[in-house]
């Protein structure tokens, strides 16, 4: 691998000002081909960034999620083609919105079908985030779902309350469904979900520095994240708005977000992947298991798949990203056929290449989320390895 590539353009993006501090990590094989790391943890100290800089992950959560609820798939303790109401009944009743009435009164309509388990890991349950500017996502706010001190019980219980953004199964449609899915682990099991995360995936492959609280001790690793509040200029994000600060442990423990990682403990995680369920002589999935999550699984008749296709040709597993063709241009992000994937609000990227057996994960703080910053990296890491 020709680390300078890499290298050239980690440094430009802090020279140029995209980004306060970088890190990526890469392996073919198993076996480490490049690290580096650039610019600063925090600006405000002069705090470099480092291998151990731990990071918020925000959505690189949920693929962690997906496999803690896979593993108890393959005990027989859900159905993905079960409606979810048979395991949360507060999911029997939903209305999907269908517009407002003269009085601003929303109008509500029964789904076309109910919401199937498999619909909260492929984002075709039709929940939201509340952040798209409209009369639903109003509604979605006042609720409040995802206040961490709230129970992920009150948090189900709320989301099923929220008129859906459209009929499930026929919009790919971000959202909460991971903070459902940790919920019904939780129905499924008879256990608290942190316990899950960490016996499960956690723990057994030694990710000691991944965690959904960051003791006082290890505080000092975090990075200060970075925000784009006026064009050319990185504001720092205040602490206190910022989870990994936290000094209170949420009671909310979400399958969505809420995981701070170093690039060495996801790396692990990811080489899991790679491996098709195994590290180190450890097995975490079958690998039939592995294979089900990383096809694509949205039904042909879903064209609606909202910011997804930014991505390029896409599909979506069990919780990642499914790259189903190759790209049509050098104006797509560059990936190959069979990679699955996922990222993070704060610009973070992992993916897998079972192909080429490339395995990356990509580090920084900055919002709003950049695509153009991953497109270029993932471009560099193809030229570096001299496949494109």
Not at 64 to 84: N, Q
Not at 154 to 173: C, M, V
Request: glycine fraction near 8%.
């Amino acid at each position: 691998m020709d680390t300078s590539v890499v290298d050239s353009l980690l440094s430009s993006l802090v020279d140029e000002g995209s980004v306060v501090g970088t890190s990526a990590l890469v392996y073919v094989a198993d076996k480490e081909v490049y690290f580096g790391a650039f610019g600063q943890a925090d600006r405000e100290v002069s705090k470099p960034w480092k291998r151990d800089t731990l990071v918020n992950i925000f959505s690189m959560t949920k693929p962690i999620t997906g496999v803690t609820m896979m593993s108890l798939y393959e005990e027989g303790l859900f159905d993905l083609e079960a409606p979810l109401s048979k395991y949360l009944p507060e999911y029997a009743d939903v209305k999907v919105f269908a517009g407002l009435n003269d009085d601003g009164t929303p109008i509500l309509v029964a789904p076309n079908r109910p919401i199937k388990v498999i619909d909260i890991f492929r984002h075709t349950a039709c929940f939201g985030y509340g952040t798209e500017g409209t009369p639903l996502a109003a509604i979605m706010n006042a609720k409040a779902v995802l206040d961490p001190s709230k129970p992920l019980s009150q948090l189900s219980q709320e989301t099923a309350s929220i008129p859906l953004f459209g009929h499930p199964g026929e919009h790919w449609k971000y959202g909460v469904a991971a903070d459902v899915q940790a919920r019904l682990a939780e129905v499924v099991s008879g256990r608290p979900y942190e316990e899950l995360v960490k016996e499960r995936v956690l723990d057994p492959l030694g990710l000691s520095n991944t965690t959904y609280f960051v003791p006082a001790d290890k505080k000092s690793r975090l990075s200060a994240v970075y925000n784009f509040n006026q064009p050319g200029v990185l504001t720092r994000t205040p602490d206190n708005q910022v989870y990994g600060f936290s000094p209170v442990k949420p009671i909310q423990i979400n399958g969505g977000h809420g995981i701070v990682s170093t690039i060495d403990d996801y790396m692990r995680f990811a080489l899991m992947l790679q491996n098709e369920g195994s590290l180190d002589g450890i097995q975490i999935l079958k690998p039939d298991t592995i294979a089900l999550m990383s096809k694509d699984h949205l039904p042909a008749e879903v064209t609606d798949k909202e910011f997804l296709p930014s991505k390029g040709q896409m599909g979506f597993g069990l919780n990642f990203a499914v790259r189903i063709a190759p790209p049509i241009d050098d104006n797509e992000p560059f990936g190959v056929t069979g990679e699955f994937f996922w990222d993070g609000a704060a610009s973070t990227l992992f993916w897998v290449d079972p192909t080429n057996d490339v395995t990356v994960v990509f580090f920084t703080q900055v919002f709003p989320f950049n695509l153009e910053i991953q497109a270029r990296f993932r471009r560099k890491i193809y030229e570096a390895l001299g496949y494109c």
